[in-house]
């Protein structure tokens, strides 16, 4: 008989570890809360800077006109001989001119630096 007892003993801490425990469940709030926190973090890190640039960018293409010393994507720099809705014509050298399509354009430069290259 003790040993019986001993043996009941010895498996109590296995079979109540083998119960299911009853966990809490969760709020119906949780979910759609970490869903607009995931969306702020989301805005805050990507879109808003994204949209901001996008907009950096269109206001630079708007204001480009004849004289202005631009660099391409490609790194080309030059001087804005001619620009028409879509493209830009940019003399790279005296006999040298090019023509970009206006999205190409990367950024304007400051007066005097291609003389100064």
Do not use: C
Not at 10 to 37: D, K, R
Request: proline share 7%; net charge positive.
């Amino acid at each position: 008989m003790k040993k019986l007892i001993a043996a009941a003993l010895a498996l109590a801490p296995v079979v109540a570890m083998a119960a299911p425990a009853a966990q809490p469940q969760p709020s119906p709030w949780q979910l759609p809360i970490m869903l607009g926190i995931f969306f702020v973090i989301f805005w805050l890190m990507v879109w808003r800077p994204q949209s901001k640039r996008a907009k950096e960018h269109k206001n630079l293409l708007s204001a480009l006109s004849n004289g202005d010393e631009v660099v391409t994507n490609a790194g080309i720099a030059g001087k804005v001989k001619k620009v028409t809705d879509d493209y830009v014509q940019v003399q790279v050298d005296d006999n040298v001119t090019l023509t970009f399509q206006k999205q190409a354009i990367a950024a304007t430069l400051p007066k005097g630096t291609i003389k100064a290259i």
